[in-house]
């Protein structure tokens, strides 16, 4: 299932990216950058707590 979903999100992608007009790989990237915020941010911010406070070698 997760498969399929991944498929079809790589495939919306594609699609996307192909019927823009102006297809730049910058913009592109922006526009799904935003988009995916909420998904990728939370998820970077705990590695990064985890890493930098929890498992912080003590001097």
């Known amino acids: ?3 399929i ?3 079809i999100f ?3 992608l594609l ?3 192909l019927v823009v007009k102006e297809a730049n790989i910058n913009k592109f990237g922006e526009k799904w950058i935003k988009k995916t915020l909420w998904l990728w941010l939370p998820i970077y911010g705990a590695w990064r707590l985890t ?3 929890i498992f ?3 001097i």
């Open 5 to 7: 979903a991944l498929g």
């Open 51 to 53: 890493r930098e406070v």
């Open 1 to 3: 299932m997760l498969l």
């Open 56 to 58: 912080k070698k003590r």
């Open 10 to 12: 790589i495939f919306y």
């Open 15 to 17: 699609v996307d990216f």
